[in-house]
């Protein structure tokens, strides 16, 4: 069964536009990370963020956490038509990791 | 580093038939695994692997087998292939720290067809 339930399934924007993506999970986390995965491709690591922490960053990545309602949300601002991909959140224990199913981001010129 | 390798990246079986799926990574990562990605439904574990000689069942591990000879290599076998394995199959591995941060390297994947 899938820990992680990503929304919305589907997204399209505006290149330049932000694009937010939620995701909600089960049980009990020692941390959330996310993923990309391009049309064809493997998954490749974006940020991971531990249960102590609310928020983090990276370059035009914000992650947030809110272990009470376990959801984390993922933000890419000023959008740019290579960020078209399927992004995953992932939970787990250890090195042991359940995948949400994924939310399709397009970015349109 | 070549990272995580995946050979083949397309296969067509017919119904019965087995074949080994090939991972193999140069990171000299302890913990390997192999996923299927199906539409809709996300990865989905079969296998993984701590280290060599130890292997352990994921999620979805019937019709397949695993064994882990080497830190380096992580083969997937299907012993009678049936058309519910037509699948995506991703490989992936990471290093087991305590403390540490456990992102995982993916391959490219292998696209099974299985008729």
């Known amino acids: 069964s899938q820990q992680g339930e990503e929304d919305p399934q589907a997204l399209s924007i505006q290149e330049g536009e932000n694009a937010t993506m939620n995701c909600s999970y089960k049980?009990?986390?020692?941390?959330l990370q996310w993923y990309r995965q391009n049309s064809g491709r493997g998954l490749v690591h974006l940020i991971l963020?531990?249960?102590?922490?609310r928020e983090k960053h990276s370059g035009r990545l914000r992650v947030t956490l809110d272990t009470s309602k376990k959801s984390s949300s993922l933000l890419i601002t000023a959008s740019r038509a290579a960020d078209t991909a399927s992004y995953f959140c992932?939970?787990?224990?250890?090195?042991?990791?359940?995948f949400g199913t994924g939310t399709q981001l397009k970015v349109e010129l | 580093n070549a990272g995580v390798t995946q050979t083949p990246k397309f296969q067509v079986l017919k119904t019965g038939q087995s074949m080994t799926l090939q991972c193999a990574q140069d990171?000299?990562?302890?913990?390997m695994s192999w996923y299927r990605q199906d539409p809709g439904m996300g990865l989905r574990l079969i296998h993984y692997?701590?280290?060599?000689?130890?292997?352990d069942q994921g999620e979805v591990p019937n019709g397949y087998n695993v064994s882990r000879s080497t830190t380096e290599d992580f083969p997937l076998r299907l012993l009678s292939a049936a058309p519910s394995q037509t699948s995506v199959y991703f490989c992936?591995?990471?290093?087991?720290?305590?403390?540490?941060?456990?992102?995982?390297?993916f391959g490219p994947g292998t696209r099974l067809t299985v008729l």
């Open positions: 992936a591995s990471s290093y087991i720290r305590q403390g540490a941060r456990n992102e995982q390297f």
């Open positions: 049980t009990s986390i020692n941390n």
């Open positions: 963020i531990r249960s102590n922490e």
């Open positions: 992932a939970t787990g224990g250890g090195n042991k990791l359940t």
């Open positions: 990171m000299n990562h302890e913990y």
């Open positions: 692997s701590v280290g060599a000689g130890i292997t």
